[in-house]
Each structure stands twice: as structure tokens, then as C-alpha cells.
């Protein structure tokens, strides 16, 4: 077998880089996949992201209060949420930003992560606390100072912290197509200062709601609806519609179709190289093939003797397929973590994708080489060791007559 690999080195490497392809695209693409999934779902539990949203002209406390007695309601929350324009030093353009009330408890739901400094003073109007890419954009560190125009109103803010939020994970200004991080930003300040900016003094026109694990989420969007719209209600939607969730889940969508559709391209192709060096081989070695068969060698012996040689072409590939396959979710989930600014990363590095890739790299190869090795064994002894016969050749026309 050894003999035989050095004989077909170059060709033996190309088939496992090809095979590797396939392996790296279906360990990298799974194991980033698992990943984001796993973090997704872990800094919704920690955060409390909510299950369903909805926003109405104006809200009294009691509507909320009636919210949260929904069947299948495990928690209800209202806040004030407007558009503001800010006037931010060294923009030639004003900036825009969206303004979330903090409630003086403390939110229950979407609960933003501090990431530098710390959350306004229930106490201060004038305190606030920035999205972090806005923010770092800017430099607006804690105790910058900035105007904002709130409702046609002229206000001097100064920022306490950077904040992060589930519920922003992906943010687009109203009416684009892409994230603007410098020219659109999260803002949260207290629910008093939000509240008397738009004059929602016992009010609100925003309502998350967390659902229970039993709970009907169609049901709840309709029992929802039916209680906001006196109150202008917009329309209750969940996580599907929601801007930010809808686009993450397009991400691990678009890596779960990558692991499916193209590592098969990659398999395809090495089955036919394999199924192909493999018949020169025997090719080359058919006159020893009879000669072992009239020596009573069985035809497993002389099958398994390839057969190997496929196995080994297909141990390299998948090897190389999984250290590359490492290489590349590492790289992505990078990228990923750093896009979506993701405050932790809980790895997963994918041992089902690496089982998989293990079996399909060996199934491959093997079954690559079969039709070729299968082709030999039917050729009697004597037949085997004579020279293939030439092709069949058409008559033609007698010539020279």
C-alpha cells in the first residue's frame, strides 16, 4: 500500500485537498453555527429578551397592568420610545437617535448589559446611557456631555455609561437598508425625564411581553391587539418580525444552507478523482492482479489492498478538512462575535459536525474507489494478466483494392 501511495503522492494530495474542501466548509460552517445558536440563546435568557413587542399612541399604566393577565403572559413591561435628533461635535450632519425609557426600578425585560460606567440616576433628567458602537464611535466616554433635541426641545446630556442590549443586537436607523452606527444611535434615560420630553406623565407607547413556556404566541398577539387598538395600537408581532432577531436568524440560516449545499460539490468531485487514480492503478497493476488471483489469492484480499489505499486518501482528508475546519470557525466566529458585538461567546466546536465530516470524508473515498475496484475483481485469472484489448474499431471501406 505504501509502495503504491508513493507512487501516486501528487495525485493522492490533490484528491485529500479536495476532500479537506468539503470537510473544512461542513466543520467550519456547523461549528460556527452551534456557536452563535448557543450564545443567541443564552444572552436572550440572561437579558430577557421579550417574546412579543407592540407600540400604541399612549398607554395608561392600568393597560399594561391588563397586559400581563394575558393567558400565557409571564411578564409585561411598557416604556416610552420616540426618535430624537442629536448635534454631536465634529458631524457636519445631525445625528439621529432612538430614546428608551428606563423604568426608576429598573427594567424586567430587554435588560441592557453595562459595559463601561453605569446607568443613569433615576434622580438626574439630564443622564443618559449610550449604545456602545455609537458611543465608542464618538467618544462619547462617560462624563462627555451632549444636545439632543427631544419633541422640539433643546436638552444638554451627559452620558454615565455604554450600554449593550438583545434587543439591539443588529440596529438600522428607520427607513434604511444598512446599520449606521455613526449616524444613528440608542439612547436610555429615566422614564421621568423620557416621560415629561413627550408629556407621557402616567403613560407610556411602548409594550414588550415575555411569554410563558406554554404559551400561545398567536393567541397572545390577537388578545394583545384586541386590548391596544382603543389605544392606537400599531399591530403585536414576536421575535420573527423583529428587526434585529429576524436578521441574526437570516445569519445562521444562510450557515446552516453553507453546511448542506456545498460540502457535497466538494465529496463529488473527490469520489470521481478517487474512482478515477484508482482505475489507472489497477490499470497499470492487471497483469499482477491475474497473477495473484491464479495464485489463490481471494478477491476480498486484492479488494481490501485498494480498498485501503482509498481509506488512507480519505484519513488524510478528512485530518486536513478538520484542522482547516478549526481554523475557519475560529476565524468566523470572530467576525461574527465582533459584527454583532456579542459581550461573551459560548464555543461549541462542533463534535457532531466532526463525526459527520469523519463519515461522510470515509464514504467518500471509499465508494470513490469501489466501482473501479469492484470492475477488477470480475475479470477471470487468465483473462487479467493478457494486455486489455483494444477498442472495439467500426469497419469501414476496403481500401487499396
Not at 491475474?290 to 478477491?299: D, E, N, P, S
Not at 469492484?374 to 486489455?388: G, H, N, R, V
Amino acid at each position: 500500500m505504501l509502495r503504491d501511495l508513493s507512487r501516486i503522492w501528487a495525485q493522492t494530495l490533490a484528491i485529500a485537498l479536495v476532500l479537506g474542501c468539503g470537510v473544512m466548509v461542513l466543520v467550519g460552517a456547523q461549528a460556527t453555527q452551534a456557536t452563535l445558536v448557543q450564545t443567541q440563546t443564552a444572552y436572550y435568557e440572561r437579558h430577557r429578551f421579550a417574546n412579543i413587542f407592540s407600540g400604541a399612541t399612549r398607554l395608561p399604566g392600568d393597560v399594561v397592568q391588563a397586559a400581563s393577565l394575558i393567558d400565557g403572559v409571564a411578564q409585561a413591561e411598557g416604556r416610552i420610545s420616540f426618535q430624537a435628533v442629536l448635534d454631536i461635535d465634529g458631524m457636519s450632519e445631525p445625528a439621529t437617535a432612538r430614546i428608551l425609557s428606563l423604568p426608576p426600578a429598573g427594567p424586567g425585560l430587554n435588560l441592557p448589559l453595562v459595559r463601561l460606567g453605569r446607568l443613569p440616576d433615576p434622580d438626574r433628567a439630564d443622564e443618559v446611557a449610550l449604545a456602545e458602537p455609537f458611543a465608542e464611535i464618538h467618544g462619547l466616554t462617560p462624563g462627555s456631555s451632549f444636545r439632543g433635541i427631544l419633541n422640539g426641545q433643546l436638552q444638554e446630556l451627559t452620558v454615565t455609561g455604554w450600554v449593550l442590549s438583545p434587543e439591539f443586537i443588529y440596529t438600522m436607523p428607520p427607513g434604511a437598508m444598512m446599520p449606521d452606527e455613526r449616524r444613528y444611535g440608542l439612547i436610555w434615560m429615566n422614564e421621568a425625564a423620557a416621560a415629561a420630553a413627550l408629556d407621557m406623565n402616567a403613560a407610556v407607547n411602548d409594550i414588550a411581553l415575555r411569554l410563558t413556556r406554554d404559551g400561545d404566541e398567536r393567541a397572545v398577539i390577537a388578545a394583545l391587539d384586541q386590548l391596544l387598538d382603543p389605544y392606537g395600537g400599531t399591530g403585536a408581532y414576536g421575535r420573527d418580525r423583529q428587526l434585529s432577531h429576524a436578521f441574526l436568524e437570516g445569519e445562521l440560516s444562510q450557515l446552516a444552507a453553507m453546511a448542506a449545499f456545498i460540502p457535497p460539490i466538494f465529496l463529488i468531485v473527490a469520489a470521481f478523482l478517487v474512482d478515477m487514480v484508482l482505475g489507472r492503478l489497477i490499470a497499470l497493476e492487471r497483469s499482477q492482479i491475474g497473477l495473484l488471483k491464479a495464485l489463490g489469492y481471494a478477491r476480498r484480499e486484492i479488494a481490501g489492498h485498494y480498498l485501503k489505499l482509498a481509506v488512507l486518501i480519505g484519513v488524510i482528508g478528512v485530518l486536513i478538512g478538520w484542522i482547516f475546519g478549526w481554523w475557519i470557525a475560529h476565524a468566523m466566529i470572530g467576525l461574527y462575535g465582533d459584527f454583532f458585538r456579542f459581550p461573551f461567546i459560548i464555543r461549541d466546536w462542533g463534535t457532531q459536525a466532526l463525526v459527520i465530516s469523519a463519515a461522510l470524508g470515509m464514504a467518500t473515498a471509499v465508494l470513490g474507489g469501489f466501482r473501479a475496484v469492484w470492475a477488477s475483481l470480475q475479470l477471470p485469472p487468465a483473462e487479467a494478466m493478457q494486455p486489455p484489448a483494444p477498442p472495439v474499431l467500426r469497419a469501414g471501406s476496403p481500401t487499396g483494392c
